[in-house]
Structure formats: C-alpha cells, structure tokens
C-alpha cells in the first residue's frame, strides 16, 4: 500500500494537476479570508469554512478524475491488479494519496486562523471544529470520487460523473420538498442522507459523533464498492455469475451492517448531548432551565409549526432547535415534534383561538397552554453610536418561561400603573414576563388597583400624583386590612420634584433626593465620567441573593437619585438598605453642574435600593406589605448595566419573585451571535492581502506552469 501511495502521490507533482489544485484553494481560501476582514471585520472564521462547502464540491472532480480511470486508459491496470498488493492496499493507498493533497489544500485555514487570531482573541474549540467537519467531508466525498474513477477508463467521463454526484448532493436538500406529492414519502429518506446539513452543524460548532460516523460510513462505503468494482475485472468467464452472486450478497450485507449501525448509533446517541464548541456554550442548557425542567413531574408537549430543516438553516433556528432537543433529552415527559399546518389542518382548527400560524410554538400541559412564535426568540437591539442593530436570540428564556408557565400551580399577576407620562422600564417588564407574571397596564387616575394583583409598579411618572390616587395606592397595600401587596417604585434622573409621592414614600421611611450619585473614584467607574459605578449590596439584602447565581458579582448604579432611609423602625413599620453606593460616591447637583460634598444627604449612607415593609399581626401569623425603591431605570435599559457581568438583572428579579412569594424564577442571559471585532491595520490588510491573496496562490500556479515546460521539454 505505500509503494501505491508514494507513487500517486508523487504523479501529482510531477505534473501541474497537483499545483492546480492547490492554486485553487489557496485562491479562493485567500478571498474568503479578504471578504471576512473587509466586510465583517470579525474572527469569525466559520464564514471561510462555510464558503469552502461549495469550493470542495467543485473541485474534488479534479482530484479523483485519474486515479483509476487513467490506469485502465494506459493498461496499466492489469500489472497493477498482478502486483503483490491486495485490491484493498490499491484502493486505500491511491485515496490516501488524494486526501493528503486535499489536506495540503485546506491545510491554508490554519494560516487563516493564525491571521484572524493575531488581531482578535483565538477560537480554538470552533476551528478545531470546523477543520475536522471539512476533513470528514473530504475524506466521503474523495471516496464517491475514487468510485466513479473505477468505472470508466476515461479521465473525463470521470470529471463529468464525479462532478455529477458532487452537484446531486448539493441539490439534495431541497430536492426533497420539489418532490411531487405521490413521492413525499421520500422527503426524509433524502434529508437523512444530507451532507450540508451535518457539515453545517460542524462550522456552527456542534460536534455531534453521528455525524463524524456519517461521513466515516460514506467513506467505508465507496472505498469497499471500488474494491468491488475492481475485483469484478479480475473474474473468470466459468466463474463470474457465481463470483456476481457472492459479491452482491457481500456488497448487500455490509451496506446493510453499515446503514444499521449508524441508525442504532444515532438512536443511542439522541439522549447524550453534542459536543459544543462555541465560546459561551450556546447550544447547552443553562443552569435555569436544567432546574426548571428536571424537577418537572408531569408531561408537556412543545409542537413547532415549522419545517426543521429550515429551521436548523440559520444560526437563530439552529440554536432553537437544540434548545428543544435539550429539554427532551434531560426530561422524557417533554415531548417536542415539528408539524405543517397545511398537512394537519385540523392542528389549524384547534388552535385557532390562539392565533396559531406558520412559526407558532405551542408549549401545553394538562394546567394550560402557552402560544409564543418563532419570532419571539429573537431580539434586536438598537446601537445609537454606530447606527446600527444588534440581534441576539432569547430562545431559551422565551421556552424556558413557557414551559414554566403551563406547569406552574397559579399565576401571579402584576399591575402597571398608567396616566402620569411614565418614562417605562421596559426591561422589568420583560424580566416579569419571562418569570410569567401577567401584566396589565392600568391608568391609576381612572381605575381602582387590581385587587387580585400581587404587585403594583410605578416607573418613573413624570406628573405628581393627586391625593385620590394616592388613597388607592393606601388602599391597595391595605388589601381590606389583609396586608401581602407589594409596590414596587423606579426613579429616573429626568423626574422633576414630585412631592405628593415623595411624601407617600417617606411614609414607608424612602426618601429621595433631586440630586445624581456621582463616584469620586475613577477605579470603581464603568462610564469615565463617574454616573456608572459599582455599589454594594447591605446585609439587608442577603436573604435576596440566596438565590441569585453568583453572588459576588457587582450591582451597577447607573445615573441614580440619592435614596435613604428617614427612619429603621417606626410604629408597625421598618425600612432597609438593600443595595448602598459607597463611601466614595458625592453628589451632583443637575441645576449647577457642581459636585457638591457637604449636601446634608451626604452625611448619610446614599441608597440605589431601599425597601420598607408594614407589618401587622393575625393571631402568631405574620402579614406584611412591601414599598421597594430603586434610584434609577438607567440601571435596567444600559446593554451593559444588564449584561451577565453585573447582578442587576438577577438581584432584580430574586428580589421580586421573593416579595411576590414565587419558588422558581429564571434569569437567562440572550445569546449573541458577534464576533469579536478584528484590531487589524490598514497596512496589516495589505500585507496580509499580497502574501495569502496573491502571492501564494501565484506561487503554486508558477511551479505548476514550470514543471509543465519542463515535462514537455523531456
């Protein structure tokens, strides 16, 4: 076998096959790589592999077209089959000597990656990853190629026939859905035998081990049929229907063994998890949702109207849908299946009050059911300093709280209080809503407070409030004298001097200053300019951030009005500390401009959370009703404030499924799809553009043309 592959590895250099061949990777591979840095300007280096998908398809005609064929073109093929090497050491030494020029040609990414790498921080998992999802795919497709050689004695006929499987399975994605309707029935046989599909899933970052024996499988495969194909030549007249008998009943059984060892293995491997490769583990479980779903006892059903395939062709949907194959695989109660609306319609017709439509997600237990789309599990985000939009996916936290929703006991509900030009906070809502409360929005100056509401929030109104709207908000935290409400109230920086409701909070012992916390102590800012700043959680807060997941990290302060505390116990009353800002901070004062160290407030602790209770006595039980204050909604609407780097989203969110008596609450970061941005010069582009766009690909297309003078000299 290594007398076959040293000679066919040598015939490529010796004439320009081999030097063209690799010209061509390296040709597009350096464009692909340009592209990236000019357009993108990220390391994200999947983009290069999956350009090299089409690249390889295309090409591999020329690496295969002579292995065979030129030997029974030259009768050589006859001294080749009485040499002292078994067909087997022909077949794997002549494809071996294929794939090492194949390695050589895309060998280049990792030039590419150390590129990428020297400006940017190295992905390494994901390279890994993809670099072997390519030499899996090499390694099938150079096999197809080796086979269709041996059919034919002629080097074109090869190309063309090789070229022809390379395009059939390009095309054989969609060919499944053009199929007409009397031949459905082959849809999924077709999309089982996908290549695209599972690449995909490597340059994504998924390693999954079916896919790895797929490709290995195809290999095994092609390469045993040549062995075939080639053994064929060497029967006898007397003995070739005996000899085709046997071979076929070989041939049959180990395509059989093979087919069936990768259903029983993908069957088996369906409750393990894929290997993910991506820097943030963005196909695996959080901690929230592996809680929430293993302590699940009754069984719920999710139905995706929507076609999986498509689903799985962006990086958005890939992600969903390894998000529901999590929660099936660590919880089997949890049922997920894809349906098409046009094929049942009667799912149309039982759904129809929920809005049911193509990219719909119904979540259902034996409790409720809970419709959220497709649509839902992305968000956008607006960057006002480059004028652009980011998209992050939310798919999990939107499942996650769905399914939390049809399985919990009761649910809480939550009244937002209207009619005052409220400034919002639309990032507690979501965070509410991802917890399953139900809002509802209620104008305070025309309605009475939803009696049957848990809590009651009021962001940042911009008018005071009347004396009859404050006797609601009394009445509300009376609740007929049975306490267990909870207001929850977020300053804002641009309110004016409101002083019927400062007065209604300092009832609760909250009072808030007009003025801004500033931080004199450039180590513990986030902005350079001192209104970001890093604050200190009291021991008051402590039963808060037991259930918080870490923490030690910081709370964010983020263009806060002073709060404090006018009194610790008063009457039936208390009010605490939550969340201070240090030592440090100082006060600006808006209407001056001037940082001002001697305000009175400063001699006092300046609040970011504070919180007041009412207590009252039935029997031994005790029944309370909270008033909690925050500084500020900056600290909930900066990208950064709620990143997963700060604990204001989680503290917030602990804090409120505490007061409002909730045992399970989420708090799931969204997933960003960026990379990392290239810190590459423009003198640096150039360079890099000579050497790997031009230079190298040059330089393979020279040595070719050279020892193709040469060859015709001799």
Known sequence: MSAVYTKELSSYFKNPLGYICLAVYYLFGGQFLLMQIQYYGTNDITGIFSNMYVVVLLTLPLFTMRLLSEEKRMRTDQALMTAPVSLHGIVVGKFLAAYTLFALGISVCVIYFAVLSAFSSPLWSVFLGNFLGLLLLGAALLAIGLFVSALTESQMLAAVGTFA?????????????????????????????????????????????????????????????????????????????????????????????????????????????????????????????????????????????????????????????????????????????????????????????????????????????????????????????????????????????????????????????????????????????????????????????????????????????????????????????????????????????????????????????????VETNQKNTYDKQGFMFGAVFDEAAQPYLSGVKNPSLLFVGYYCRPLSVLWEEKDNRTAKYLVKAPESCSLYQPDTGEVNGENPLIKEELGIVVIGDRLKYVGTQEHRSYVAAFASAAMFTSSQTVSSSFNNKDFTVELINSLA??????????????SEPLQITQSSYTAVSIVLGILLPGICVVTGAAVSIRRRRL
């Not at 259903?263 to 901690?287: A, C, H, K, Q, W």
């Not at 008596?661 to 960026?674: L, R, T, W, Y």
């Open 661 to 674: 008596g909730k045992q399970k609450g989420i708090s799931i970061p969204s997933v960003s799809f960026a």
């Open 165 to 517: 499987c390379m395009l059939f399975i390009m095309l054989l994605d969609g060919l499944g859905r053009m199929l007409p309707s009397g031949l459905a029935f082959l849809e999924k046989p077709l999309g089982a035998l996908s290549f695209s599909q599972r690449y995909y899933d490597f340059t994504a970052g998924l390693l999954k081990l079916p896919h790895v024996v797929f490709f290995l499988s195809v290999m095994l495969v092609f390469l045993f049929l040549t062995v075939r194909v080639l053994d064929k030549n060497r029967w006898t007249a007397s003995k070739r229907i005996k000899n085709a008998a046997v071979s076929t009943v070989v041939t049959i059984f180990f395509l059989a063994v093979v087919v069936l060892f990768n259903v029983v293995f993908s069957l088996l491997m369906e409750r393990l998890p894929s290997m993910d490769l991506t820097e943030g583990n963005i196909y695996e479980l959080t901690e929230d949702s592996l809680d929430v779903v293993e302590s699940l006892t009754q069984p719920v059903e999710i139905i995706v109207c929507h076609n999986e395939e498509d689903l799985r062709s962006t990086e958005y949907g890939k992600q969903t849908d390894e998000i529901l194959k999590g929660y099936a695989r660590h919880n089997a109660g949890i049922q997920v299946r894809f349906a098409d609306l046009l094929k049942e319609p009667e799912l149309a017709a039982e759904y129809a009050d929920y809005g049911i439509q193509n990219n719909s997600i119904i979540i259902k237990s034996e409790k409720r059911i809970k419709m959220v789309s497709l649509n839902d599990c992305v968000e956008m985000e607006r960057n006002d300093s480059s004028y652009s939009y980011t998209y992050k996916s939310k798919a999990e936290q939107v499942l996650t709280s769905a399914i939390l929703y049809v399985t919990e006991d009761s649910v809480l509900r939550v009244s937002v209080l209207t009619g005052h030009s409220e400034a919002g906070c639309a990032d507690i809502i979501n965070y509410l809503e991802e917890n399953n409360y139900v809002i509802t929005r209620q104008n305070i100056a025309a309605e009475e407070i939803n009696p049957e509401a848990e809590i009651a929030f009021l962001f940042a109104p911009m008018t005071d409030y009347t004396q009859q709207e404050l006797e609601k908000l009394d009445r509300f935290l009376d609740n007929e004298g049975k306490f267990e409400k909870k207001l929850i109230y977020v300053a804002s920086h641009n309110q004016p001097k409101l002083p019927n409701l400062e007065s209604f909070l300092s009832e609760w012992g909250i009072g808030i200053g007009n003025s801004l916390i």
